[in-house]
Structures are given as structure tokens and as C-alpha cells.
């Protein structure tokens, strides 16, 4: 790991990252050999969890060929630099803001969408001019030992690599000093990057997780809103980052949702035998999600299968927070639904607990919006629609508090890999001897007057 780190960044220090011209290049050639891949990168996601091609280029290879098609419409603006306004002190003179690559660059990624959130973040990081070590997850064996080869086969180690490995690989990539940190992950594995990176005063970009709520008002059109929200829920079976982890109803509309609900999982095709219903990615999980399922409160579904890492679509009803579905994260496909009549208690609820990666809100009332949006504090979300928001490729996308620090996509992700250099170019003449000693009261004076 040191010998890597050591020849990514005798590479990044000859500069040859630097050039706008070969940063396209490199974006397209990762393009096209994703491009090229594809029929094997659906493979290797279904034999890791059973997803089908259709989730895999939606959530997974549409993310990342977006990702590249916004940096190279963009590439250009964002590396220029950016005048600023000279004040009367300073003049004259020009200031000017100059963004230039942080560096060598570590990527860690989850298994959840193993291309998107290792080949998203590797977007920003070449695209602002870094060198890129990437270590996917372990836990999606095909996946992840793809990608490497691909990655291996067609970029020099110097400038980007893959490295495949479970805990002690990242930890020997951790002891080692980055000029930048990217992590995508549970909010207790995040805690364990942020250390690391502080024995070497290293930035990081970390990408946690966290319970996100979903609130129904009562003039929510459930006719479409059910819809968007169970498919934002049971998409990858539930174990998205920014799923609807648990939702709120109005109490006044309580049965007419459920019955909305009852109406589209009937429609919805999630069966273990269906090729589109994805898996759980271990037996571990299957249990941890399983124990998530209190018999007494199932409305529909509640079935599982440890062995065959299936977890059925199910909603809870009558749900309270102490129940064990509210005290952890459920990343999997049991939806649990609490009613409520005041929002403000709702709200309270909220704040009391980490600050959510996403909120979704489902109402057509102005003011509820803005209500909600400015009392409560989280990473991003959407109001009539869930989980979408990831997929506007110029929105920054992050956490806040534990669920996480810093955002990227677009823009985002290449300021996330940038130092952004303040300059003062000065120009030799005139030189007024106002600021030299001696200091006397005249110039004090004359002074306070160029400042005030
Ligand atoms: P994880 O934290 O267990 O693993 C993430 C990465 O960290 C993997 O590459 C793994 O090898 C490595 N890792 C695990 N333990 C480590 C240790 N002790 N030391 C060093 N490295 C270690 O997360 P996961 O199970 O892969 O993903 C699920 C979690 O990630 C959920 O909490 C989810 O909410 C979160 N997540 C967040 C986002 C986001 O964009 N904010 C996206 C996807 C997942």
C-alpha cells in the first residue's frame, strides 16, 4: 500500500493530471469501457444479489455515465479561474480564485450499488485532476473483482487503481497519508476513516447512512404518492442508503393510505422467484432485517427466507419508537408506518434523533413545505417523490451531522477532490509607504480612511 501511495504521487507531482485535456480523456475512457462492459457488469451484480439489468442500469450505470456526461460538459468552467473583486487596500491589484486537484485520492465504497458509489465518487476525483485508489467492498465478490480487472487492465497503477480487500486491506490503506478521503459506508466504519485521516490532518468526504423519514399530510395525492414511495422503499429491496426508512401518516388519512398501499403491493411484482426482486447480500443481513419483523404488527407480507436471502415486501402498522424496527437503520424491504396528528410532534420526533441523510415530504401545501424544510436540518431529499433526487446529476448529494460531512455529484464532486487557491496578484507599482514603519498617527489616519 505504501509503494502505491508513494508512485500515485511521484505521478500526481509531475503534473501530468493537470491538463483539462487529459482529464476528458481519461472521463471517456472510463466511459467507454463501462460502455463496452455492461452485458458483464449485469452479471456480476446479479450473481453477487440477484439484481436484474433493469435496477443495474437505472440505479447504477445511468448514475455514473451521467455523472460523466455532466463533468465533461463542464470540465471547462469549472477549472477556470474565478476573478474576485480587489478591495481598496489591496489595489491595485487582481484576485482570483484557482481550483487545482488535492491529490492522491482514496475511494472506499459500499456494496449497495458497488458501480455508482465507487465509479461516482472516481468521476469527481478524475475530473478535478486526482490520482484514484479505489477499494470497493468485499461483500460483492463479482462486482467488486470486475471492476478491479477492468480498471487494472485499462489505467496505469500510478494514476488509477483498484484494490480488492476486506477490513485489514483498508485498514493498512488508511495508515497510509491521502491528500483526500472518500467514503461511502455505515456511520460506525465512517467514524473509524475520519481517525485515520486525522493522523494525517487529511480532508475527508464521508457518506454515512441513518434512518430517513417519509411524511404523508393529509392532502397528499395518494393515488400517485403511494406509488413513488413504495418504489423508492422496496428499490434494491430496501437497501438504499436514502430509502424511506420509515413514514408518517396523517391520522385522518390513515386508512385510505393503507388501502392505497394494500392496492399497488398487489400490483407490484416482488416475489422471490421474480428475476427483478433483488436479494439481500448475505445471510447476515437476511436475519438482521428478519429480526426487524414484529409478527404482531405485520399489515402485509413479513416472510423470509435466511437461506435464500429473501426478505418479502412487508409493512408494519401500529408502529411505535420503541419498537426494535425504530432503533437502527432497517436497510432492507420492512416499511414501518406510524400515524400522527400534529406535524410539530413529528418534527419534534425528528430532531430529537442524528440529522437524516434524506427527508421525503408528501403535500401540495406551500407552507408545510417551507415549514418543514427550514425546521428540520438534513442531507437532501424530495417533497411528492422519493430517493430521485440522487439521480439530477447537478444536484450535490450528501449527508449533514452523522449522516455524514461534505457532498459531491457534478459540481460537488469535483470541488469534493479540489483546493480552491486564493491569489492576490499584485502589480509592482505605485507603492504607497502607508503600511510601512514608521507608524505614525498621519498614516494611522490616512489608513482608517482607505478601510473604513
Ligand atoms: P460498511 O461501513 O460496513 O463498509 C463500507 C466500506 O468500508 C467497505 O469497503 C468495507 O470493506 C470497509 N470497512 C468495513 N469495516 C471496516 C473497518 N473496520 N475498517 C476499515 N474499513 C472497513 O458499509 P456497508 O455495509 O458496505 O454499507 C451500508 C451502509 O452504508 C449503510 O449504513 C448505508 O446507509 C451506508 N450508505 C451510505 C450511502 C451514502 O451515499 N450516504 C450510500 C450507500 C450506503
Not at 414 to 436: G, M, N, W
Request: aromatic share 10%; net charge negative.
Amino acid at each position: 500500500m505504501e509503494e502505491l501511495v508513494k508512485l500515485q504521487l511521484n505521478y500526481f507531482n509531475t503534473n501530468a493530471t493537470k491538463p483539462v485535456s487529459f482529464r476528458i480523456t481519461q472521463l471517456k475512457k472510463l466511459e467507454s469501457l463501462i460502455k463496452s462492459n455492461e452485458e458483464l457488469l449485469n452479471e456480476a451484480l446479479r450473481k453477487d444479489y440477484g439484481k436484474g439489468k433493469f435496477e443495474t442500469f437505472l440505479t447504477e450505470l445511468y448514475v455514473v455515465y451521467d455523472e460523466i456526461k455532466v463533468a465533461l460538459k463542464n470540465l471547462e468552467e469549472w477549472t477556470k479561474i474565478k476573478p474576485i473583486e480587489t478591495n481598496l487596500l489591496n489595489a491595485p491589484a487582481k484576485s482570483y480564485i484557482m481550483p487545482e486537484p488535492l491529490g492522491v485520492s482514496l475511494v472506499i465504497g459500499p456494496w449497495n450499488y458497488p458501480y455508482q458509489l465507487t465509479l461516482g465518487p472516481v468521476v469527481g476525483a478524475l475530473a478535478a485532476g486526482c490520482t484514484v485508489i479505489l477499494k470497493p467492498s468485499e461483500l460483492t465478490v463479482h462486482s467488486s473483482s470486475l471492476i478491479t480487472k477492468l480498471i487494472n487492465e485499462n489505467f496505469d497503477s500510478e494514476y488509477f487503481t483498484a484494490v480488492e480487500g476486506a477490513i485489514p486491506e483498508t485498514t493498512a490503506l488508511l495508515e497510509q497519508k491521502f491528500d483526500v478521503i472518500f467514503f461511502t459506508g455505515s456511520v460506525s466504519v465512517g467514524k473509524i476513516v475520519y481517525q485515520a485521516a486525522a493522523k494525517h490532518l487529511t480532508p475527508v468526504i464521508l457518506e454515512l447512512g441513518g434512518k430517513s423519514p417519509t411524511i404523508f399530510m393529509q392532502d397528499s395525492n395518494l393515488d400517485i404518492t403511494v406509488k413513488r414511495m413504495l418504489w423508492a422503499k422496496f428499490l434494491n429491496s430496501g437497501q438504499t442508503c436514502i430509502a424511506p426508512d420509515y413514514v408518517y401518516v396523517h391520522k385522518s388519512i390513515e386508512e385510505k393510505f393503507l388501502q392505497k398501499v394494500s392496492e399497488e403491493m398487489q400490483v407490484m411484482d416482488y416475489k422471490l422467484k421474480n428475476d427483478n426482486y433483488v436479494h439481500i447480500i448475505n445471510e447476515r443481513n437476511t436475519s438482521r432485517v428478519a429480526s426487524l419483523i414484529d409478527k404482531q404488527k405485520v399489515y402485509i407480507g413479513g416472510n423470509y427466507n435466511i437461506v435464500e436471502r429473501f426478505v418479502e415486501p412487508t409493512i408494519l402498522t401500529n408502529v411505535t419508537w420503541s419498537d426494535k424496527v425504530m432503533q437502527e437503520e432497517i436497510f432492507g424491504p420492512v416499511l414501518p408506518i406510524l400515524t400522527f396528528d400534529n406535524l410539530d410532534d413529528v418534527i419534534k420526533e425528528i430532531k430529537q434523533r442524528p440529522k437524516p441523510l434524506a427527508l421525503y415530504l408528501f403535500t401540495q401545501d406551500e407552507n408545510i413545505k417551507q415549514k418543514v424544510l427550514s425546521e428540520v436540518s438534513f442531507g437532501g431529499g424530495c417533497i411528492n417523490e422519493a430517493v430521485m433526487h440522487i439521480s439530477n446529476g447537478e444536484l450535490p448529494f450528501g449527508g449533514v451531522g452523522e449522516s455524514g460531512i461534505g457532498n459531491y455529484h457534478g459540481e460537488a464532486g469535483f470541488r469534493a477532490f479540489s483546493h480552491y487557491k486564493s491569489i492576490l496578484d499584485k502589480e509592482v507599482t505605485p507603492d504607497p509607504d502607508v503600511k510601512y514603519s514608521p507608524y505614525t498617527d498621519e498614516k494611522l489616519e490616512m489608513l482608517k480612511s482607505v478601510v473604513a
